[in-house]
């Protein structure tokens, strides 16, 4: 449900998705999702480029998983929250993935025009 909604929220960001704006979800699930489960899940949802899926060997995602807060021992629990960042400007921010799509479009929008 939270990859439906977040391919609204990549068509209302339209073309800036993989240009000014890029998009990655990181499996939850290293040992199971493997690069073309990873995408026949994106093709389902219609991902467009942009939006990276990634995994990777669960000594390589997993640390990265407890640092972002994703960390889970049953993949079905996984966290539905967004992290929103600038890496520029090295302002971040959280958002609720089942927000409605224009909210957390403006969120990306904002964050992406944010200053230090």
């Known amino acids: ?43 389902n949802f219609g991902v467009k480029p942009g939006w990276t899926f990634l995994t990777g ?18 993949p079905l629990d996984h966290s539905t929250v967004v992290i929103i960042g600038n890496v520029e400007t090295g302002v971040w921010t959280k958002a609720f993935g089942m927000a409605e799509p224009a909210a957390i479009a403006r969120a990306v929008l904002a964050l992406q025009s944010a200053t230090n």
């Open 57 to 74: 060997e669960p000594g390589e995602i997993d640390p990265l998983l407890h640092r972002l807060a994703g960390y889970t021992t049953d």
């Open 1 to 43: 449900m939270v990859t439906e909604n977040l391919a609204q929220v990549q068509t209302l960001l339209g073309d800036k998705v993989g240009h000014s704006i890029n998009m990655i979800s990181l499996s939850v699930d290293p040992q199971h999702d493997h690069p073309a489960e990873l995408k026949a899940f994106a093709d």
